[in-house]
């Protein structure tokens, strides 16, 4: 894994080292302060770039065109307001879907398995093991975002969330976040309504580079792919990883994300 993940810059294969803890001080104290952090050349140019060589023509013959309106929550029983709220405020969301099960043989495949990853991810979020994802479809996913093509705004369910930035947009496809929008007791509707009508001054954007291991606390940050231009499209892979073993979708829940049961 030498040649794919630049380990001399961020030693995971190395836990308890001094170099090791001391990125994942650097990591934490990110979390804490900006609620991501991100590793810039995680992954080296000439891995990446044999990345996007690996996924870009199965993007192109055998993603799943996933395709959908949907509010912020992905969920249209919210019942602790009115159905008209600004917070229940509909989007349309356009990209191309690979699943785990297409990846087999790739490096984000090998890359998600290596299991230095998820070990020195639970150490960062002070967690005692995180396990890969029991779901055959969901466990690792790359998603592509040609001209037009856009993931609104929304939050998401797990708790952090682990991205892999493949290849950059041509324009467009920029990463906007707003942080602790909302927490686990408080869903701060208005909030949200707010920044959906554009009057949250605190939206940040976060400029990734192809090759940068992007973390963030997905359940509670607010966030979107703006609308791709131009002829390159976003690539980006995206690691799932919980803090117990087996979770899975369900299979309506598979044949809503990815088009099939399994």
Request: charge should be negative; proline fraction near 6%.
């Amino acid at each position: 894994m030498k040649d794919v993940i630049d380990l001399d810059r961020y030693p995971i294969d190395q836990p308890g080292s001094p170099a090791y803890r001391d990125l994942v001080s650097a990591c934490q104290r990110n979390m804490a302060d900006h609620g991501m952090f991100n590793l810039d050349g995680f992954v080296r140019p000439a891995a990446i770039a044999r990345a996007a060589a690996e996924v870009q023509p199965l993007a192109r013959t055998i993603s799943y065109t996933h395709e959908r309106n949907h509010n912020v929550y992905f969920d249209n029983a919210i019942r602790d307001i009115a159905p008209d709220h600004g917070a229940l405020t509909t989007f349309r969301t356009v990209h191309h879907t690979l699943c785990d099960d297409q990846l087999v043989g790739t490096v984000v495949h090998d890359l998600y398995e290596y299991a230095p990853l998820p070990a020195f991810l639970a150490e960062v979020m002070r967690l005692p093991t995180l396990y890969l994802m029991g779901d055959p479809l969901a466990r690792a996913n790359v998603m592509e975002y040609r001209a037009g093509e856009t993931l609104d705004w929304h939050f998401d369910r797990s708790v952090f969330t682990t991205t892999l930035l493949i290849q950059a947009a041509g324009e467009g496809g920029t990463f906007e976040y707003r942080s602790e929008l909302r927490s686990d007791t408080d869903p701060n509707y208005e909030g949200v309504a707010e920044l959906l009508a554009g009057m949250d001054p605190n939206i940040r954007v976060n400029p990734l580079v192809a090759g940068t291991l992007n973390v963030f606390a997905g359940k509670n940050t607010l966030h979107r792919v703006t609308t791709v231009r131009g002829a390159r499209s976003r690539l980006v892979a995206v690691f799932s990883y919980y803090d117990r073993p087996g979770v899975s979708f369900s299979e309506a829940e598979r044949v809503g994300f990815y088009g099939r049961p399994g």
